[in-house]
């Protein structure tokens, strides 16, 4: 079992409609959390990161942790075309430093 | 202006071949990265150097071998390549390896090995 688990997707939601991704985890010491966007054949790039549990936004973006159920979400309001991509979490523990481990992202479809 | 680039973009090779791959950094950072991402999308690291020393080294057969000629630099040789190294590698580069900083990712390198 891997230690970051994701749903690969595809999620095919219509423009307009609220994207929610989510990830869960089995090390307790995972304390920063981030979600990358990565497009076809590109790579990935930092969207939002959070450190430990609680809620952060970000324009259309709102990203949650929830620590004592070793679960993160992301939450995409309003949805574009242009926001079709590979979802990708990741996360560190504090005495890793810059080691991430990351989910193996989902796929979401955004149809006009 | 590419912060972080990759050469080639694509390399298409057949078993056994040694290659090498490519990497620069453009934003002054002082960590680099090595990961391999494979057909499932799933991204792992495989080697971290941080001001041209080796900091995290994952297990990763001995074929792969990173070296760092300077801190910008991160190039990653692979001998005897097996059909199973096909994947997308990515470098990246954070400022510093104490973290979390954010990481910059490169456009990838496809290698397929036939």
């Known amino acids: 079992q891997k230690e970051v688990e994701q749903d690969p997707g595809p999620l095919s939601v219509p423009e307009g409609a609220i994207v929610s991704l989510n990830c869960t985890y089995s090390?307790?010491?995972?304390?920063?959390f981030m979600w990358y966007r990565q497009y076809s054949r590109k790579g990935p790039e930092l969207l939002m990161y959070t450190y430990s549990s609680g809620n952060k936004e970000d324009g259309r973006f709102t990203a949650q942790v929830d620590k004592s159920s070793k679960y993160i979400s992301l939450f995409i309001r309003d949805s574009q075309p242009s926001d079709s991509a590979t979802y990708l979490c990741?996360?560190?523990?504090?005495?890793?430093?810059?080691?991430?481990?990351f989910g193996g992202g989902t796929r979401v479809l955004v149809k006009p | 202006d590419t912060a972080v680039s990759q050469t080639p973009k694509y390399l298409v090779t057949q078993m056994g071949n040694d290659k090498s791959i490519k990497c620069e950094q453009n934003l002054g950072h002082d960590t680099m990265y090595w990961y391999k991402q494979d057909s499932k999308k799933f991204l792992k690291i495989m080697f971290s150097y941080n001001n041209k020393e080796l900091i995290i080294n994952e297990t990763v057969p001995n074929r792969f071998s990173p070296k760092s000629p300077d801190k910008a630099h991160l190039n990653l040789h692979i001998n005897s390549l097996e059909l199973g190294d096909s994947a997308v590698y990515f470098c990246a580069s954070s400022q510093d390896v104490a973290g979390p900083y954010e990481q910059y990712f490169g456009p990838g390198t496809r290698l397929t090995v036939t």
């Open positions: 090390n307790s010491a995972f304390q920063y």
């Open positions: 990741a996360m560190s523990a504090k005495a890793a430093g810059n080691k991430l481990t």
